[in-house]
């Protein structure tokens, strides 16, 4: 048990999810439960089957798969070399292999899953695949899978959709052990502070294509992830704290000897918790509701990605666990804010891992009382084994305990001396829905804004009215029709330096949307993922130019002053999608936009699992391990 006792909102909001999923999460381990009382999987394969499954393989892996006695591992990668955060995957498949190999177990490339860059999509048409491609990953995923020959898994992802994505389908076979393998940053390339500032005097008109282009390329420079922390950087600190990665794995830049030995570490670690390997813990055993509730906790105390405020509850849909924004809210307003990396501050990852880093991070969290100590991660121990550091002695991983002290105080700071006293996250609720906003990056004076709405249908609106010089003024960009079921809900970032020249020009501005602006949302306040979405009736549709709206991140007040009988009176303007159905694959994806949920209920194309109605002793009967021990003798997994 912890030395440091929780803190009494995260326990109220942790014993809240768990009564909410109850039925859905023990419908979910009743489910991966039997499917490991089948066995070794391939063992259950018809000889056919069998023989198909390891033809090509070298004959001593061969004579292991046949035995059925050794472990064989999964490898499902996102691959490919167009994205430089998943490039230096090209090489792990082999590591992996080597080290399985060694291990006395087989790996096999299971499959590989698509995977999309948001950078290069931005502002363009298949940044409306984008968040869909979180769910076609996860049935890629659920295909490299399906074949039935695997005891355990790695996952080779770092960016944006693609980690969800690849949980998502890994928690829909969850009775499989699961190792994630990031790639690691690239190195720090200019200031996020320059690169900024270029792209606002690009937007001015100030500087040409050829500065711009200039200047981006010399913040995204080589291979591994961007070193801004956005969803992809988000994604490995959410990771780290749920217990998926080796501990102190996320930040280690790709091309290195530290990182092929984390690599090849995290590949025998998964044959050692395969049930074979005598150390069985099933991926659905570690993503619970209490690493879940870890999840959140880390997002806010870092300034992560609004995007997880669709993803998280996403993935944690497919374990049978249900959050919602009132979640995020309250844990947001007792999570101190630890990190200040771009876009809530000028430092990168990089700057973030030098000064302390995750294991950091972790350990004041959890001597905070703000994380859940007593959790299933992946080395078989609590979450407190994961407040170190990797480092290479000779050609071995060794774990120090993370640095004592931060190395910047102007990076990372002490639960004790935080940059806020909360999380910066914040549920917005008024006659317009509901909607998140991040303000760790929004200056206290611009928390507030109320001025006369101007509606746009699309960001090019936007864009045109602002190069047409007619928005020089206080006003509220209601951007519309952007939901999920609209066009796939992208990122809207192209607006980005357009709202913040007119800003810093002293002009009150804001933006509301049913769309999203996720991990780089930065300085200008905007209210994000307005649910219900206006193509599912929701009110910020009945706004028109000219309304007064009342956007106050600081009483989570998102409202229209239309008088009462006025506002029930208008209907919901309509909207010219036609441009959204067809091209860049659009057509392709139809069905996902008629199946998608709303933003709260995580924008996904699946559901929970079926509700199990159980007494609460029969479902404590399934929801508890109990003749199965999920780890070594000595660890502390079967703690509930």
């Known amino acids: 048990m912890s030395l440091h006792p929780v803190h009494p909102t995260l326990d109220a909001v942790t014993r809240r999810i768990i009564t909410r999923s109850k039925p859905y999460r023990a419908s979910y381990l009743a489910r991966i439960e039997a499917a490991r009382l089948n066995g070794v999987h391939r063992g259950a394969l018809a000889c056919t089957n069998l023989a ?47 080290a399985v190999r060694g291990a006395g177990a087989v790996a096999q490339f299971a499959g590989g899953t698509p995977a999309m860059c948001d950078g290069v999509t931005q502002g363009q048409p298949g940044m409306e695949l984008s968040l869909f491609s979180r769910d076609a990953i996860a049935m890629a995923t659920a295909i490299a899978l399906s074949h039935n020959m695997f005891d355990a898994a790695v996952y080779l992802g770092v960016c944006d959709k693609i980690v969800p994505g690849l949980l998502i389908g890994a928690l829909h076979f969850g009775h499989l ?33 050829e500065a711009l282009l200039e200047s981006e390329s010399q913040s995204y420079h080589g291979a591994g992830t961007c070193t801004f922390y956005g969803t992809a950087n988000s994604n490995q600190m959410l990771m780290e704290v749920m217990g998926l990665h080796l501990p102190g794995t996320a930040f280690i830049t790709p091309g290195t000897p530290l990182r092929d030995a984390l690599t090849a570490a995290a590949a025998r670690r998964a044959v050692e ?24 906790v880390a997002l806010l105390a870092t300034g992560g990605s609004t995007n997880h405020t669709l993803h998280l509850v996403a993935m944690a849909r497919a374990a049978g666990i249900v959050i919602d924004w009132n979640d995020f809210d309250e844990l947001s307003g007792v999570v101190p804010l630890l990190a200040r990396i771009y876009p809530n501050g000028d430092a990168d990852v ?219 009176r208008r209907g919901i303007e309509p909207g010219d999608l036609s441009a959204a159905q067809v091209g860049m694959g659009r057509e392709l994806f139809a069905l996902f936009r008629n199946g998608v949920s709303a933003a709260e209920e995580g924008a996904a194309t699946f559901g929970l699992p079926p509700a199990l109605h159980l007494e609460e002793e029969q479902h404590n009967t399934l929801a508890t391990p109990q003749a199965v021990n999920y780890s070594d003798e000595d660890s502390l997994i079967t703690r509930q």
Request: aromatic content about 6%; charged content about 20%.
């Open 52 to 98: 198909h499954g390891f033809a090509a393989f070298p004959e001593n892996d061969k004579l292991k798969l046949k035995q059925v006695k050794a472990p064989s591992v999964a490898i499902v990668s996102a691959y490919n070399d167009m994205l430089s955060a998943h490039q230096p995957f090209e090489h792990f498949p082999r590591i992996i292999k080597e």
């Open 273 to 296: 918790i395969s049930e074979q390997g005598g150390s069985y813990i099933p991926v659905g055993r570690v993503v619970d509701e209490k690493s879940i509730v870890n999840a959140i």
């Open 177 to 209: 052990p699961a190792v994630f393998i990031p790639a690691g940053p690239m190195t720090t390339g200019i200031s996020n502070a320059e690169k900024a500032k270029t792209r606002q005097l690009y937007a001015q008109g100030r500087v040409g294509r």
């Open 350 to 568: 990089n700057h973030f891992h030098a000064a302390g880093g995750v294991g950091f991070v972790i350990r004041e969290l959890l001597d905070a009382g703000l994380l859940h100590d007593d959790v299933t991660t992946i080395l078989g121990q609590g979450l407190r084994a994961h407040c170190t550091e990797p480092f290479l002695d000779g050609d071995a991983v060794v774990w120090r305990p993370a640095a004592p002290k931060s190395g910047d105080e102007k990076v990372l700071r002490p639960a004790a001396e935080p940059f806020s006293p909360d999380g910066g996250l914040r549920l917005m609720q008024g006659n317009l829905g509901r909607a998140v906003i991040k303000v760790s990056a929004v200056k206290q004076q611009h928390r507030i804004v109320e001025a006369p709405a101007i509606v746009f249908n699309s960001q090019e609106e936007l864009m045109d009215a602002y190069k047409a010089g007619q928005l020089d003024r206080d006003f509220i960009a209601v951007v519309r029709y952007q939901g999920p079921r609209a066009n796939g809900m992208p990122e809207l970032h192209a607006m980005t330096p357009a709202l913040a020249n007119l800003q810093d020009a002293g002009r009150r501005v804001a933006l509301v949307t049913d769309g999203r602006m996720s991990g780089a949302s930065g300085k200008v306040p905007a209210a994000i993922h307005v649910s219900p979405e206006v193509l599912a009736g929701g009110p910020l549709g009945k706004v028109r130019t000219g309304d007064i709206i009342r956007l106050d991140a600081e009483a989570g007040t998102l409202q229209a002053l239309v008088a009462q009988e006025e506002w029930d």
